[in-house]
T-cell receptor, first 115, second 114 residues
Framework: KAGVTQTPRYLIKTRGQQVTLSCSPI?????VSWYQQTPGQGLQFLFE???????NKGNFPGRFSGRQFSNSRSEMNVSTLELGDSALYLC??????????????FGPGTRLTVT | AQSVTQLGSHVSVSEGALVLLRCNYS??????LFWYVQYPNQGLQLLLK??????LVKGINGFEAEFKKSETSFHLTKPSAHMSDAAEYFC????????????FGKGTRLSVIA
């Protein structure tokens, strides 16, 4: 069974631009969560989607948004990029609420660099 | 709310020595506890998990962890370190509310010296 895939793996953007990251969960998994990883703040939860609905959201500004499609694939978007948005963005998938939602499987991440 | 504290941002051991990575958690309800490992330029891989039942949990690559409720701890151990164990290790906590994300510790970088 294929694991979680994330595209692209690396991105370089300029301040003020926007970016879209993509995540394909493990087949059969319907929940997708996004995390931001930085050396200073560690792993921080961004949001979680299940059945195309955002179920939970972390403490990030509105520039960070996401969505989930009917096939469970998810995208996250960051608008008006800032230098501080440089990070590794990790996507994790799980079966869904009440079905081992806490057992998450992570993708390799997208390394975003903002210059 | 849940929280995790990992004692020691960097641990160094000799090859063949015992590995002990410390994790303490805070949770107002029974927790689910996890250890993840991250190799350079990769995502997180689940090493082991505690949900309910046996408090000594065995995971992949020879790692194990023991849930001690009285000490609110979930330390990760491995009897004999291997060079390939060098990586970043993260402890995480969640609860079975169906709507609570994983909360991670800051991570512990393990170095293995030949």
């Amino acid at each position: 069974k294929a694991g979680v895939t994330q595209t692209p793996r690396y991105l370089i953007k300029t301040r003020g631009q926007q970016v879209t990251l993509s995540c394909s969960p493990i087949s059969g998994h319907r929940s997708v969560s996004w995390y931001q990883q930085t050396p200073g703040q560690g792993l921080q939860f961004l949001f979680e989607y299940f059945s195309e609905t955002q179920r939970n959201k972390g403490n990030f500004p509105g520039r960070f948004s996401g969505r989930q499609f009917s096939n469970s694939r998810s995208e996250m978007n960051v608008s008006t990029l800032e230098l501080g948005d440089s990070a590794l963005y990790l996507c994790a998938s799980s079966l869904g609420p009440g079905q081992g939602a806490h057992e998450q499987y992570f993708g390799p991440g997208t390394r975003l660099t903002v210059t | 709310a849940q929280s995790v504290t990992q004692l020691g941002s960097h641990v160094s051991v000799s090859e063949g020595a015992l590995v002990l990575l410390r994790c303490n958690y805070s949770s107002s309800v029974p927790p689910y506890l996890f250890w993840y490992v991250q190799y350079p330029n990769q995502g997180l891989q689940l090493l082991l998990k505690y949900t309910t039942g046996a408090t000594l949990v065995k995971g992949i690559n020879g790692f194990e962890a023991e849930f001690k409720k009285s000490e609110t701890s979930f330390h990760l151990t491995k009897p004999s370190a291997h060079m390939s164990d060098a990586a970043e290790y993260f402890c995480a906590v969640s609860v079975y509310s169906g709507n609570t994300p994983l909360v991670f510790g800051k991570g512990t970088r393990l170095s293995v010296i030949a």
